[in-house]
């Protein structure tokens, strides 16, 4: 047999021939019948050829190295469980952000697989269409690698246990939810800009970098090990999101105005999105790499700021909410841990006040703020605490009506006041967090008047489980939630102090570190 | 100039990879942390496959980079010869 080797292809060859070349225009039937999403937002494109995948990936290059990356995550975590790992990590303090990521961010990573696997159909392009398509499959690999790594946890932890369920109901995992809800049913340019670029180019690298960093910095090496091998498809989702958004500004000038708002609107959504991953970094990992405000000041002001300065040539602009979001990074995770420490019945996880070498750390880091604002709440808190009168806050909060985030933040210039905003609509009179939420209301009202919004739900008595009886004299309203919830109360609630998860992760390490 | 940045995890694979960028890339700061190294370069950061193969004595696509990668920012280009992270290029 003749094996003589031909010339290897280039890259750029090997790319034509496997993305572009493959794609052909269909004849039996209209363009415009096989693609009917690519119109009614309004935005132009002339040459969908003019796409090209900088990483020049292929479909028989991406299976190789995704295959290799499994098999390298799966090695480790494979490791870790047989090892009993989760006795490593320095308490079990921390297995409560795991509960937060696996009931709030996975659900999130198979959406997002469901939103490229269509968006990647509905787009008549072959470039961006294979690109869509390798980040479909990364996504539900995602899912899939989260789950199984958690799932050692569930063998030991409580709060795991209900993940799904409690997704499409808890108040808070609202949040996330409806976050991407609301982006997958946008059109595809839309879901585009709102989770290829705004989501990941400018926003992931605060979720999935300094928080795993932080994960591994806590001996977690499952965490670590899904965050990072989730994290080497995100370099590839980011240059999606960047590329994409150059595409379409360089095909027509009209579509300028349209992806500026569609910047201010999903900057500010996935923004309030990591008010609960600022809360994660700076009061539930034990060992913190670096604070939110560091993260913040990195990822966001340094490396976002370079990346719209280069957009600058395009005629976009930084979007509207920035320069609150800078203002807050000072205050965010605090009102956010203090609104859970409050609600700490109502989570499927548990919550604490921080240590006294916690506060330290937060006075170290956030100078401006701490010992003024939060250390004094801290310290009521522990005093009550102390005394057994561990507070529960046992009233339903206000919720936005767009993030759906307990209205907690405060005004961008005066920290001892709560914002609230609202618009009247069609009789009724709907209530914001901030500027930014209201702006996006204002825009598309018949849109976000749709809103599933757990406390507005529970009120309505749509949360209780089969059997309940309201009219019941001694019936129980928030109780009755809980289990509806599948929420198992004093077990998977409260304080931390008293909890099982405490006692058993004490009791198992002296068992790991002695006879 | 504003900086590019690369990230990958912290192992024996990448170590030699770091090797070739600091030698390619003299404004390089390397920022170590748990488990990740990221490098900053200003404007401009370049992978060259000659410097990799060098230090790690064997053939290597850079499509390998992948595997390690955590984050990256700045324009993208890549050839079988060079990885080219830039700003405003």
Redesign the interface.
């Known amino acids: 047999m003749d094996m003589k080797a031909s010339k290897k292809l280039?890259?750029?060859d090997r790319y034509n021939l496997m993305t572009r070349d493959l794609a052909w225009t269909p004849t039996y039937q209209a363009v415009q019948d096989v693609f009917p999403y690519t119109q009614y937002e309004g935005i132009k494109i002339h040459d969908w050829d003019q796409f090209e995948d900088?990483?020049?990936?292929t479909m028989d290059?991406y299976w190789k190295?995704q295959a290799?990356?499994e098999r390298?995550l799966y090695a480790i975590i494979d490791a870790f469980t047989q090892n009993n790992g989760h006795l490593g990590v320095t308490d079990a303090r921390y297995i409560n952000a795991l509960k937060l990521f696996l009931t709030g961010v996975t659900p999130l990573e198979y959406m997002a697989h469901r939103g490229f696997a269509h968006v990647g159909r509905q787009f008549p392009g072959a470039g961006p269409r294979v690109a869509c398509l390798m980040q479909s499959v990364d996504e539900i690999r995602h899912a899939q690698t989260q789950i199984h790594s958690l799932s050692n946890y569930n063998k030991h932890y409580n709060g795991f246990q209900n993940w799904r369920h409690q997704h499409d109901r808890v108040w808070y995992l609202s949040v996330p939810k409806s976050f991407f809800d609301d982006a997958v049913t946008a059109g595809p340019f839309e879901f585009m800009v709102a989770i290829g670029f705004a989501f990941e180019y400018v926003l992931t690298?605060l979720l999935?970098?300094p928080f795993?960093?932080?994960a591994?910095?806590n001996g977690d090496m499952g965490a670590?090990a899904f965050g990072?091998s989730a994290?080497?498809d995100?370099?590839?989702h980011?240059?999606l999101g960047?590329e994409i958004i150059k595409f379409i500004l360089e095909q027509d000038p009209d579509n300028l105005p349209i992806v500026q708002a569609w910047l201010d609107k999903w900057f500010w959504r996935g923004y309030r999105v990591l008010t609960l991953v600022a809360m994660m970094m700076d009061y539930m990992l034990p060992k913190r790499?670096m604070s939110w405000k560091e993260a913040w000041e990195v990822y966001a002001e340094?490396?976002g700021?370079?990346?719209f300065?280069?957009l600058a040539?395009y005629g976009v602009k930084v979007p509207k909410g920035w320069e609150q979001a800078c203002k807050d990074k000072d205050h965010l995770s605090h009102q956010a841990w203090n609104t859970f420490y409050n609600y700490g019945a109502a989570a499927a996880f548990h919550t604490w006040v921080p240590s006294e070498a916690d506060m330290k750390w937060l006075s170290e880091k956030y100078p401006d703020t701490f010992d003024q604002h939060y250390r004094p709440l801290w310290e009521h808190y522990a005093r009550e605490q102390a005394e057994g009168r561990r507070f529960y806050n046992g009233t339903l909060p206000m919720l936005c009506q767009v993030c759906q985030v307990p209205m907690m933040f405060t005004e961008p210039d005066d920290p001892t006041k709560i914002a609230y905003r609202e618009s009247d609509w069609r009789g009724n009179t709907y209530h914001f967090c901030s500027d930014g939420c209201k702006s996006i209301f204002d825009h598309e009202p018949e849109k976000y008047v749709q809103s599933w919004l757990p406390v507005h739900q529970i009120y309505q008595g749509n949360c209780f489980t089969a059997d309940a009886d309201p009219s019941q004299p001694d019936f129980d309203p928030l109780a009755d939630v809980l289990r509806w919830y599948k929420l198992a109360f004093g077990q998977d609630n409260l304080d931390y102090a008293d909890s099982q998860d405490k006692r058993n992760f004490e009791a198992w390490r002296s068992q790991a570190t002695s006879n | 100039m504003?900086?590019?940045?690369i990230?990958f995890?912290r192992n024996e694979e990448t170590r030699p990879i770091v090797e070739a960028i600091v030698a390619d890339n003299p404004a390089a700061v390397v920022n170590e942390?748990?488990?990740?190294v990221k490098i900053d370069a200003p404007g401009r950061l370049v992978i060259r496959r000659t410097t990799i193969e060098d230090e790690i004595g064997r053939d290597f696509d850079l499509?390998?980079l992948?595997?390690?990668?955590?984050?990256?920012?700045?324009?993208?280009?890549?050839?079988?010869d060079e990885f080219v992270l830039s700003?405003?290029p």
Do not use: C
């Open positions: 280039s890259l750029k900088p990483f020049r990936m290059a190295y290799e990356k390298k690298n999935f970098v795993i960093s932080g591994a910095y670590m990072f994290q080497s995100e370099s590839r980011m240059t960047l790499v340094q490396n700021g370079a990346l300065n280069d040539r | 504003p900086n590019v940045f990230a995890q942390q748990p488990a990740m499509q390998e992948q595997i390690n990668l955590i984050t990256l920012t700045g324009h993208i280009d890549e050839t079988e700003w405003n």
